[in-house]
T-cell receptor
């Protein structure tokens, strides 16, 4: 069975500082990995995804993540935090089953950006 | 158009009411999903429809009844809900080729009184 562990349910950074949100996964097959962002009272928006190929994945809003198979990790980074990055971030792993995904989400990390 | 729409945005219902949540997408996606999200928790999968057929029911109580009238629409019929069913209900869709990322709607905030 697949699973995701997000280390740190709350992360605080200063505006302009590096953002690092940690995610480790467990999957019995080569994983599809995703990071989603959720702003208050909104749905989830896809930030980036890893499927195959290049292990450094660039997403929207300046975020990127690196797939490290040896460490079973998919940490999310951004060089310089903006106030608008304050939100909940979910790491997810999925299995494709006959035309649809079954997605397992991590518990989420709430990012606070301090002015 | 990469939008999934959900109506209503907010819903308050009593425990004896019957109501429905609606979800629509026009991206040609053939898989659609219902999730339930409680405060400060990740989304929990409830149902998956693939090609308008129910593919996954994650042991959801029968007071929740999904329906997929066509490839663009997904409904969730609600009846005799409990206060603990209050949550944000999210709809999502994905295609059946490529890498299947899910597109989420904005959700319906449901309060059961």
């Amino acid at each position: 069975a697949q699973s995701v562990t997000q280390l740190g349910s709350h992360v605080s950074v200063s505006e302009g500082a590096l953002v690092l949100l940690r995610c480790n996964y467990s999957s019995s097959v080569p994983p599809y990995l995703f990071w989603y962002v959720q702003y208050p009272n909104q749905g989830l928006q896809l930030l980036l995804k890893y499927t195959t190929g290049a292990t450094l994945v660039k997403g929207i809003n300046g975020f990127e993540a690196e797939f490290k198979k040896s460490e079973t990790s998919f940490h999310l980074t951004k060089p310089s935090a903006h106030m608008s990055d304050a939100a909940e971030y979910f790491c997810a792993v999925s299995e494709v089953q006959g035309g649809y995904q079954k997605v397992t989400f991590g518990i989420g990390t709430k990012l606070q950006v301090i002015p | 158009d990469t939008e999934v729409t959900q109506t209503p945005k907010h819903l308050v219902m009593g425990m004896t009411n019957k109501k429905s949540l609606k979800c629509e997408q026009h991206m040609g996606h053939r898989a659609m999903y219902w999730y339930k999200q409680k405060a400060k928790k990740p989304p929990e999968l409830m149902f998956v429809y693939s090609y308008e057929k129910l593919s996954i029911n994650e042991s959801v109580p029968s007071r929740f009844s999904p329906e997929c009238p066509n490839s663009s629409l997904l409904n969730l019929h609600l009846h005799a809900l409990q206060p603990e069913d209050s949550a944000l209900y999210l709809c999502a869709s994905s295609n059946d080729r490529g890498f299947y990322e899910q597109y989420f709607g904005p959700g319906t905030r449901l309060t059961v009184t």
